[in-house]
């Protein structure tokens, strides 16, 4: 079965600091899709990043980065230099062929603290 | 272009209602599902469409649940008889669903809070 583990609940930081959310997945399949998700107040689910499981090269994308493990089964997620609008749950989530459908973790709650 | 979009908002059912949902994905997705989010929770799948064809209906909880998408653009979410346990946030994506490196990114809506009295 595919799980993805959101260890932390709720991070708070300071406004320009920088926050790590963890991600750990599991799944047997050996071609699958790592997402991360924002969903601000408003409810509305929004993409962020996406990554193949066949590259493994870490990239940043503005404030965005994040690292890529296939060893350790982990895709970690960085905002740089926080800023309030910053404030809202991150999920990460899995796809894979043959099941159709994204698991998710739990979601991690970040405040950003002005 | 347009992003998903969903209606209504926010519904208030009395138990033993039923209540309709309306998804209507970007123009030229080919996939859409759907997803009920509970409270503190992250998404869970309820059922996935390729076109007009339901592929998967393997998360739907109950047969009281049922989803459509007879001309495979826009979709409906049936909820008949309503239960308290019913109310969540019922959130539709749509992706390409086509060959491509992004084709099967999904893109979501606004969501539908539901509350059933």
């Known amino acids: ?114 | 272009g347009a992003g998903v979009s969903q209606s209504p908002r926010y519904k208030v059912a009395k138990r033993g209602q039923d209540v309709a949902l309306r998804c209507d994905p970007i123009s030229g997705h080919v996939s859409l599902f759907w997803y009920q989010q509970a409270l503190g929770q992250g998404p869970e799948f309820l059922t996935y469409f390729q076109n007009e064809a339901q592929l998967d209906k393997s998360g739907l909880p109950s047969d009281r649940f049922f989803a459509e998408r007879p001309e495979g653009s826009v979709s409906t979410l049936k909820i008949q008889r309503t239960q308290q346990e019913d109310s969540a946030v019922y959130l539709c994506a749509s992706s390409l669903g086509t060959s491509g490196r992004d084709a099967d990114t999904q893109y979501f809506g606004p969501g539908t809070r539901l509350t059933v009295l």
Request: charged share 20%.
């Open chain 1, 1 to 114: 079965a595919q799980k993805v583990t959101q260890a932390q609940t709720e991070i708070s930081v300071v406004e320009k600091e920088d926050v790590t959310l963890d991600c750990v997945y599991e799944t047997r399949d050996t071609t699958y899709y790592l997402f991360w998700y924002k969903q601000p107040p408003s409810g509305e689910l929004v993409f962020l990043i996406r990554r193949n499981s066949f590259d493994e090269q870490n990239e940043i994308s503005g404030r965005y980065s994040w690292n890529f493990q296939k060893s350790t089964s982990s895709f970690n997620f960085t905002i740089t230099a926080s800023q309030v609008v910053d404030s809202a749950v991150y999920f990460c989530a899995l796809f894979y062929y043959g099941n159709n459908r994204l698991a998710f973790g739990k979601g991690n709650q970040v405040v950003v603290i002005p």
